[in-house]
């Protein structure tokens, strides 16, 4: 039988990274990275404003390199590549101007950050979402938030937009429209067509831009013109109808045909969010949470519509028919920070040497000095014995993403005494990521989604298994570690193989593209019982701050 080739693109927020993959079995033949420059050298971000903006050249250049070299570093013929698909990060809405260009890529925009991509974790329009929250609340209509966990989020598509259109005069009357960057990446390749008529991805509509099917699409005009007319006017430029990932978004356009080095019969899928991909790439069930694990977790959920029903689940990020698996809700929750948490300790640790041994160590001395110190603490972290006495700590370092989300919270430490070393708070770090996964987990389980077990992709879960041991003891669940160091590039490209049509369904492509899992991790009954006690406190903990200190 002649082989077929998929390839599945998956956008980070420091890389993109294209996976070719062999559609029979799901072996990965080939992966190229390619990092943004633009980005690396901290362009258009402001991180004391929470501002994180991207050029959309970073994407579109590494979109062309990385599937020009693993097609040709593969050595298949090119025509054996049957289709792609692209997941990226979300919610990262681009505005475009009535012939659907980025505004960026114009000279009169070409350095302005309000004209970028608004990267996932940009929180400028905070004050937009609380506006978007008390108007849901109290207009006298729908709730348009109560698909979305009842609590819209500044990383989300409407108050990202309108945060824009206040701040930027010439943004705001330039922007015919807003394409999320999954659709946007698609829609190039696919030859820009008509923005009418080009299928935008169900999973971003749904869980960023209060999309529903049941209230007919988007929200409604009466609505949407409260919070500003500009919203009405420009929602007549977005979509009505959106379209799951396993459905075709076009075929491949002769201009990047051309550039890439295929054909143009190769199919385009609908965009999706990396973390949905990633669950499929993971082989989510039901009663299976998939936790993407990176700097921020994104967890997945897939369930029955007889199961959640007319329920909504409240203080999620969503659910969404078909988002993530076609025939189920998808349900969406995460952590603002999950290795970010990390990171900032490593960051403060690490000052002298940035700031004392810039001059006398090289860059790479520097980078084996932190790596070294890092290694050290976490092993001498995880010897540190567990104890009510030890500090106990918040992991809101970026706010609260799941559940209740809620940008404006701080971290906090407590129990700290003369004797607290690095180790104690390292631990304390990472117990507090793993008791920030349990809330999150009791939620589900609060609103009648049951799991029984956990799934973990991503850097975090391949790296540190004083983490992942923690993760599984807090939680008291098993918790499985998928094969694939690319779960989200692999599920893009099982989406890819479905809507090429060498799968009839993703029930048929997910089982036979799947790598299987390498390590499964068993919580402790001793340890389970000692965070039990612990994580009454984290609560605590977590009450005081929300309640008594201004997180303004």
């Given at each position: 039988m002649?082989?077929?080739y998929?390839?599945?693109?998956?956008?980070?927020?420091?890389?993109?990274?294209?996976?070719?993959?062999?559609?029979?079995?799901?072996?990965?033949?080939?992966?190229?990275?390619?990092?943004?420059?633009?980005?690396?050298?901290?362009?258009?971000?402001?991180?004391?404003?929470?501002?994180?903006?991207q050029?959309?050249?970073d994407?579109?250049e590494?979109?062309?390199?990385?599937?020009?070299e693993?097609?040709?570093?593969?050595?298949i013929?090119?025509?054996a590549?049957?289709?792609?698909?692209?997941?990226t990060?979300?919610?990262?809405?681009i505005?475009v101007?009535t012939s659907?260009?980025a505004?960026?890529?114009?000279?009169?925009?070409?350095?302005?950050?309000?004209?970028?991509m608004?990267?996932?974790?940009?929180?400028t329009?905070?004050?937009?979402a609380?506006?978007?929250?008390?108007?849901?609340r109290?207009w006298g209509?729908?709730d348009?938030?109560?698909?979305e966990?009842?609590?819209?989020?500044?990383?989300?598509f409407?108050?990202?937009?309108?945060?824009?259109?206040?701040e930027?005069?010439?943004?705001?009357?330039?922007?015919?429209?807003?394409?999320?960057?999954?659709?946007?990446?698609?829609?190039?390749l696919?030859?820009e067509?008509?923005?009418?008529s080009?299928?935008?991805?169900?999973?971003?509509?749904g869980?960023k831009?209060?999309w529903?099917?049941?209230?007919?699409?988007?929200?409604?005009d009466?609505?949407?013109?409260?919070?500003?007319?500009?919203?009405?006017?420009l929602?007549?430029?977005?979509?009505?109808?959106?379209y799951t990932?396993?459905?075709?978004a076009g075929?491949?356009?002769?201009?990047?045909?051309?550039?890439?080095?295929?054909t143009?019969?190769?199919?385009i899928a609908?965009?999706?969010?990396?973390a949905?991909?990633?669950?499929?790439?993971?082989?989510?069930e039901?009663?299976?949470l998939?936790?993407?694990?990176g700097?921020s977790?994104?967890?997945?959920?897939?369930?029955?519509?007889?199961v959640?029903g007319?329920?909504?689940?409240?203080?999620?990020?969503?659910?969404?028919?078909?988002?993530i698996?076609?025939?189920?809700?998808g349900l969406?929750?995460?952590?603002?920070?999950?290795?970010?948490?990390?990171?900032?300790?490593?960051?403060?640790?690490?000052w002298?040497?940035?700031?004392?041994?810039?001059?006398?160590?090289?860059?790479?001395?520097?980078?084996?000095?932190?790596?070294?110190?890092?290694?050290?603490?976490s092993k001498?972290?995880e010897?540190?014995?567990?104890?009510?006495?030890?500090p106990?700590a918040?992991?809101?370092v970026?706010?609260?993403?799941?559940?209740d989300a809620?940008q404006n919270?701080?971290?906090?430490?407590?129990?700290?005494?003369?004797?607290?070393?690095?180790?104690?708070?390292?631990?304390?770090?990472?117990?507090?990521?793993?008791?920030?996964s349990k809330?999150?987990?009791?939620?589900?389980a609060?609103?009648?989604?049951?799991?029984?077990?956990?799934?973990g992709?991503?850097?975090?879960?391949?790296?540190?298994?004083?983490?992942?041991?923690?993760?599984?003891d807090?939680?008291?669940?098993?918790?499985?570690?998928?094969?694939?160091?690319?779960?989200?590039?692999?599920?893009?490209?099982?989406?890819a193989?479905?809507?090429?049509?060498?799968?009839p369904?993703?029930?048929?492509a997910?089982?036979a593209?799947?790598?299987?899992?390498e390590?499964t991790?068993y919580?402790n009954p001793?340890?389970?019982?000692?965070?039990?006690?612990?994580y009454?406190?984290?609560?605590?903990?977590?009450?005081?701050?929300?309640?008594?200190?201004?997180?303004?």
């Amino acid at each position: 039988m002649e082989k077929q080739y998929v390839i599945g693109l998956d956008f980070g927020s420091d890389s993109v990274r294209s996976v070719l993959v062999d559609a029979s079995n799901g072996e990965t033949l080939g992966s190229k990275v390619h990092w943004y420059q633009r980005w690396k050298e901290g362009k258009y971000c402001d991180p004391e404003t929470n501002q994180f903006r991207q050029h959309p050249l970073d994407h579109i250049e590494g979109m062309e390199s990385t599937i020009k070299e693993v097609v040709k570093e593969s050595g298949i013929d090119p025509a054996a590549v049957k289709g792609i698909c692209i997941d990226t990060t979300g919610s990262s809405p681009i505005p475009v101007n009535t012939s659907g260009k980025a505004l960026s890529l114009l000279p009169e925009f070409a350095e302005n950050p309000n004209a970028m991509m608004v990267l996932w974790k940009d929180h400028t329009a905070i004050s937009e979402a609380d506006e978007i929250n008390e108007l849901s609340r109290t207009w006298g209509g729908i709730d348009y938030t109560k698909f979305e966990g009842g609590i819209y989020s500044s990383e989300w598509f409407w108050a990202k937009i309108l945060h824009i259109a206040r701040e930027d005069e010439a943004v705001k009357n330039n922007a015919h429209s807003w394409v999320e960057h999954c659709d946007y990446m698609t829609y190039l390749l696919v030859g820009e067509p008509e923005l009418a008529s080009f299928k935008r991805s169900r999973c971003a509509a749904g869980h960023k831009a209060m999309w529903h099917e049941s209230w007919g699409g988007l929200p409604a005009d009466e609505y949407l013109g409260k919070l500003d007319p500009y919203l009405v006017d420009l929602k007549k430029n977005l979509f009505e109808e959106t379209y799951t990932s396993d459905e075709v978004a076009g075929t491949l356009s002769a201009e990047w045909a051309e550039k890439l080095g295929l054909t143009t019969d190769v199919v385009i899928a609908v965009g999706t969010f990396d973390a949905h991909s990633g669950a499929v790439g993971a082989e989510v069930e039901e009663n299976t949470l998939v936790r993407v694990m990176g700097t921020s977790t994104c967890d997945m959920v897939v369930s029955p519509a007889s199961v959640v029903g007319d329920k909504t689940i409240k203080g999620i990020c969503g659910q969404v028919d078909g988002s993530i698996i076609p025939g189920m809700i998808g349900l969406e929750a995460g952590q603002s920070a999950f290795g970010d948490v990390l990171a900032w300790f490593k960051n403060v640790l690490t000052w002298p040497l940035d700031n004392l041994l810039a001059d006398t160590l090289t860059p790479d001395q520097m980078e084996a000095a932190k790596d070294k110190l890092i290694a050290e603490l976490s092993k001498q972290a995880e010897a540190t014995p567990i104890s009510e006495s030890a500090p106990i700590a918040l992991d809101w370092v970026n706010g609260r993403r799941t559940p209740d989300a809620n940008q404006n919270l701080k971290a906090a430490f407590v129990n700290l005494s003369i004797g607290t070393r690095a180790p104690h708070m390292f631990r304390a770090l990472v117990e507090a990521i793993a008791y920030g996964s349990k809330k999150i987990a009791d939620r589900f389980a609060e609103e009648g989604v049951v799991i029984n077990s956990v799934v973990g992709i991503g850097g975090v879960a391949k790296k540190s298994g004083f983490v992942m041991q923690t993760l599984a003891d807090v939680m008291n669940m098993p918790i499985k570690v998928a094969v694939s160091d690319q779960a989200p590039a692999l599920g893009a490209a099982m989406y890819a193989a479905v809507a090429a049509g060498i799968y009839p369904s993703m029930a048929e492509a997910v089982p036979a593209m799947g790598n299987g899992f390498e390590k499964t991790y068993y919580p402790n009954p001793e340890t389970v019982e000692k965070y039990n006690s612990i994580y009454t406190k984290y609560e605590l903990l977590g009450e005081f701050v929300e309640n008594n200190i201004n997180n303004k």
